[in-house]
């Protein structure tokens, strides 16, 4: 299928590994020019490369840190005018929540939920101006399936989900659409992050947790990094334009519901 991008310009934040390298292959893959931003300059540049040899697809890497408004002026003055905007940003370690104090929530805020908030605000009027526009946030499955160890990340992802539903309507009939995707477990390093954080107090190795993990799932395995970048890339399509505001889960049917 032709998805109808190529020649856009993307945005995408937290790109240099993972799940967000993924989405910037995908795009890469249907000619899209793609600047990727991440902390890491080494690992950011070595990413730019593999996916120039890859794609032959114009890649500009970024190194900046999207929490802060330095950050986020430097993303956006490498690509001042995105079609498509990814954000995508790491998690916090799991723990107890008594131990959690107030300083510990508003870094949590301050990381999942107010950098994606501001990167909208920054590209959305301009998406709508130009008549095409496609914004993607990686939130997690804990909005729906709320895991007590996790309390940060249920709470900051569930408040960018609720302003992301309120501003989805006011957009879709400029053609710019504002989406959420919800992975479950995935093959990355930041799932291998989760579960070391998991380890004390377990009695459990990493591997049995890991292969615990695998095995709890309907699909008996993690998700593979391209499958969500397959999934991103066909809501940054012109065939996607009539979804918006959802919340769309990616986890192999671990979620129990029907709706």
């Not at 794609?55 to 001042?80: F, K, M, N, S």
């Not at 723990?95 to 949590?108: K, M, S, V, Y």
């Not at 390093?189 to 070391?196: K, L, Y």
Request: hydrophobic letters at 40%; proline letters at 5%.
């Amino acid at each position: 299928m032709d998805l109808g991008i190529r020649g856009r310009k993307a945005l995408l934040t937290g790109a240099s590994k993972g799940m967000g390298k993924a989405c910037a292959m995908a795009l890469a893959r249907e000619g899209v020019a793609v600047t990727i931003v991440a902390r890491n300059a080494v690992v950011l540049n070595e990413t730019a490369e593999e996916i120039r040899a890859a794609t032959g697809a114009e890649v500009t890497p970024v190194a900046a840190d999207v929490t802060t408004p330095d950050g986020r002026v430097t993303a956006l003055e490498a690509c001042p005018d995105p079609d498509i905007l990814l954000n995508n940003a790491g998690g916090c370690p799991p723990g107890d929540f008594r131990d959690w104090t107030r300083d510990d929530w508003i870094a949590a805020i301050d990381l999942m939920m107010l950098p994606p908030i501001e990167m909208i605000k920054a590209t959305v009027d301009g998406m709508m101006e130009r008549g095409f526009g496609r914004i993607v946030s990686i939130a997690s499955r804990s909005v729906k399936i709320a895991q007590p160890e996790l309390g940060l990340s249920n709470g900051a992802r569930s408040g960018l989900v609720g302003f992301t539903a309120g501003i989805a309507r006011m957009t879709v009939a400029r053609n710019v659409t504002v989406n959420n995707l919800l992975p479950g477990i995935f093959d990355s390093d930041a799932q291998r992050e989760h579960i070391h954080g998991m380890l004390e107090g377990s009695g459990k190795s990493f591997d049995e947790i890991w292969k615990e993990r695998a095995s709890g799932n309907p699909a008996g395995r993690y998700g593979r990094t391209e499958e969500i970048g397959a999934y991103f890339a066909f809501l940054c399509s012109a065939h996607a334009g009539f979804i918006t505001g959802q919340n769309l889960l990616i986890d192999g049917g671990s979620y129990p519901g029907t709706y």
